[in-house]
T-cell receptor, first 109, second 115 residues
């Protein structure tokens, strides 16, 4: 069975400090990994996916198959980054997506 | 385009009752997935509908059932409600395209409280 683990419920950083939100997964095959974000009073939305290898709002995430991790990083946190972040896994094919429990990022001014 | 819409916004039911939640997908989307999000948890996949058929199902009992209509809108039905069914129910729509993942767009959710 697939599983996504986000070990931190809350991560507080100062504005301008680096951010790393951790995500580990378990799945025997080659899944697709994603980060979703939910800003206050907004809907859950896709932030980035590993296959696109792009930087969105300054965030990047690298899939490490050896460590089965997909950590989300940003070199300099902004106040507008404060939100709930969910790591998610799709085993492939149809979208039976598994989400982690989420990490609340709080950027302190 | 209003995006994915869900109704009602909030719902209060008592144990043993039945409930129907509704979802209209984003314009141009033909696939609808339903998720249950308990407090403090991430969304949990319930099932997915495409071409009016249930295509994938998560680890939920048969009390949870659904339907997709020809206009791609969808309903989630839960029978014999339990206290543990209290949660935010999210609908997500996407455009089917081969076997690759296509971005899911989420609705605002329906908050179900079971007393």
């Amino acid at each position: 069975a697939q599983r996504v683990t986000q070990p931190e419920k809350l991560l507080s950083v100062f504005k301008g400090a680096p951010v790393e939100l951790k995500c580990n997964y378990s799945y025997s095959g080659s899944p697709e990994l994603f980060w979703y974000v939910q800003y206050s009073r907004q809907r859950l939305q896709l932030l980035l996916r590993h296959i696109s290898r792009e930087s969105i709002k300054g965030f990047t995430a690298d899939l490490n198959k050896g460590e089965t991790s997909f950590h989300l990083k940003k070199p300099f946190a902004q106040e507008e980054d404060s939100a709930m972040y969910y790591c998610a896994l799709n085993p492939g094919g149809y979208q039976k997506v598994t989400f982690g429990t989420g990490t609340k990022l709080q950027v302190i001014p | 385009d209003a995006g994915v819409t869900q109704s009602p916004t909030h719902l209060i039911k008592t144990r043993g009752q039945q409930v129907t939640l509704r979802c209209s997908p984003k314009s141009g989307h033909d696939t609808v997935s339903w998720y249950q999000q308990a407090l403090g948890q991430g969304p949990q996949f319930i099932f997915q509908y495409y071409e009016e058929e249930e295509r994938q199902r998560g680890n939920f009992p048969d009390r949870f059932s659904g339907h997709q209509f020809p206009n791609y809108s969808s309903e989630l039905n839960v029978n014999a409600l339990l206290l543990g069914d209290s949660a935010l129910y999210l609908c997500a729509s996407s455009q089917q395209g081969g076997s690759s993942y296509n971005e899911q767009f989420f609705g605002p959710g329906t908050r179900l409280t079971v007393l």
